[in-house]
């Protein structure tokens, strides 16, 4: 899914600025300072794209690093996420190290450097981020349950993947495997400078975070409707979901969304009042429904119409009303939100819905 334009120096520093809101511009609508019930820890092991780095380069102390790998936790996490025998990935390694031709593990080669130097701005400033990710995720997730997590980030090189970045739960443990290469562009000397990378790891990883948390602790509620419907509901239930993941995908500096982003904003609310029409509409046909779904999800970033309803929701909610309204709401389930949304709105100029949806809402809240 294409992403919006990386930020660079200029996030870096609203980032790091997680001091009192009064101190920070207007910046994206999340609290670290706040209080929730919720135990989150992040960290990165960069250790293991040290170690295959080693092997890559075939430089000494490859025997080492080979070794720590075969008992690495988090080489066994990342290789899940590919579907790979660990067997026939560390073969591959060793074979290209001894100097066989592998056109993919070559090109990663060729990098060695610039992933070093990618691999030394994380472990510079990753651990003031990842105290400030976990406390942003915290303060978007419902307050109960209370959630205890451990979530790990791993810089990895993949050789089947097709994914930015790819989950996997893991004896207890959350593990985020980043694909260095896809994230860092196919430049020979990387297409974004190692911050800028870095920060992206982070807005992505931050997004899966959320959703793999939510749907594991939140999502199975019975005000949570299956989405597989393919109506109204599972519809509603798709964007008010997607909203916090696709907020954290957005560069800090484009906030808040509505007036930054009207046009696009005001489009994906168009489109998204028109699939809820048809959806709200008893003579619509089931292929029609299906065909609705499928479209919802194609195209880039700003195609997705349910994600960026729900991000506009999300944003808006959160500033206006507050944080614990929304969690409250978000709690309740997908139309606690958009009823709130609707009065938060209602008598200004910002993106609403239609007629036909705002009834719906009304009838059901009765």
Do not use: C
């Not at 443990?173 to 400078?193: I, K, M, N, S």
């Not at 997607?242 to 484009?254: C, K, R, V």
């Not at 009207?262 to 292929?287: C, G, I, Q, S, Y």
């Not at 299906?290 to 999300?314: N, S």
């Amino acid at each position: 899914m294409a992403r919006p334009a990386p930020a660079g120096a200029a996030l870096a520093a609203v980032l790091l600025a997680a001091g009192a809101v009064a101190q920070r511009p207007p910046g994206p609508p999340f609290d670290p300072a706040a209080r929730t019930p919720h135990a989150l820890s992040l960290t990165i092991d960069t250790r293991t794209a040290r170690d295959l780095l080693v092997l890559l380069a075939a430089e000494d102390g490859a025997p080492a690093a080979l070794r720590r790998l075969k008992v690495s936790p988090s080489i066994r996490a990342a290789l899940k996420t590919e579907s790979l025998a660990p067997e026939d990935y560390f073969g591959r390694l060793v074979l290209a190290a001894s100097g066989t031709p592998d056109p993919l593990l070559q090109s990663f080669k060729s990098r060695v450097a610039y992933f070093r130097a990618l691999l030394d701005e994380i472990d510079k400033t990753g651990p003031e981020l990842e105290r400030l990710v976990v406390a942003r995720l915290a303060s978007v997730l419902p307050e109960e349950p209370a959630v205890t997590a451990r979530l790990v980030i791993v810089p990895f090189f993949g050789v089947s993947g097709f994914r930015e970045i790819g989950r996997v739960r893991d004896e207890g443990a959350f593990y985020f495997v980043a694909e260095l290469p896809r994230l860092a562009g196919d430049d020979a000397v990387g297409t974004l400078q190692p911050r800028e990378v870095f920060l992206k790891i982070l807005r992505e990883v931050a997004s899966e975070a959320w959703r793999t948390l939510f749907t594991a602790y939140f999502r199975e509620s019975r005000v949570w409707p299956d989405e597989n419907a393919a109506d109204f509901d599972a519809l509603l239930a798709r964007t008010v979901a997607e909203g916090p993941p696709t907020l954290f995908l957005i560069p800090d500096e484009f906030f808040p969304l509505d007036p930054f982003f009207a046009e696009p904003v005001e489009r994906a609310f168009a489109r998204w009042n028109k699939a809820a029409e048809k959806l709200l509409d008893p003579k619509t046909k089931e292929n029609d429904r299906r065909d609705l779904f499928l479209e919802a999800g194609r195209g880039d970033f700003w195609a997705r119409y349910p994600a960026i309803v729900g991000a506009q929701m999300a944003d808006l909610l959160i500033r206006k009303p507050g944080r614990q309204p929304y969690v409250r709401a978000l709690a309740a389930g997908p139309r606690a939100v958009a009823t709130l949304y609707l009065e938060t709105v209602r008598g200004t100029k910002r993106p609403d819905f239609s007629k036909a949806v705002k009834k719906d809402l009304e009838e059901k809240k009765r």
